[in-house]
């Protein structure tokens, strides 16, 4: 079982930049693929990017391909998320999840979330 918290969200103007970092507990952080997603008001939770194991293979959402960056740093049992180029419409709660065999878009597939961190973009 994998424990996951997020951080780094905050209130930023449009075109401006943010860092979010899901820091993990235990000591096979290695061993699940991860992801991060979002929900707005209203909305369904979405797609955001998603990296494998190793960090080889990096997925994203059209919206965000250009402008977010996924990595991960497994020495630190950590995930993040470089988001640049921001827009009022990347404003959401942003959730990273982990899973062991899933890489993926489909949220239903991962097991495991963190509690979320705010992102507010300004116009």
């Known amino acids: 079982q994998v424990q996951l918290v997020e951080s780094g969200g905050g209130l930023v103007q449009a075109g401006g930049s943010l860092r979010l970092s899901c820091a993990a507990s235990?000591?096979?952080?290695?061993?699940?693929?991860m992801g991060w997603f979002r929900q707005a008001p209203g909305k369904e939770r979405e797609f955001v990017a998603a990296?494998?194991?190793?960090?080889?293979?990096?997925y994203y959402a059209d919206s965000v391909k250009g402008r977010f960056t996924i990595s991960r740093d497994n020495a630190k049992n950590t995930v993040y998320l470089q988001m640049n180029s921001l827009k009022p419409e990347d404003t959401a709660v942003y959730y990273c999840?982990?899973?062991?065999?899933?890489?993926?878009?489909?949220?239903?597939?991962?097991?495991?979330w963190g509690q979320g961190t705010q992102v507010t973009v300004s116009s």
């Open positions: 999840a982990a899973d062991l065999l899933y890489t993926g878009s489909l949220y239903r597939s991962y097991h495991y």
């Open positions: 990296i494998t194991q190793s960090g080889g293979r990096t």
């Open positions: 235990g000591r096979t952080f290695s061993s699940y693929a």
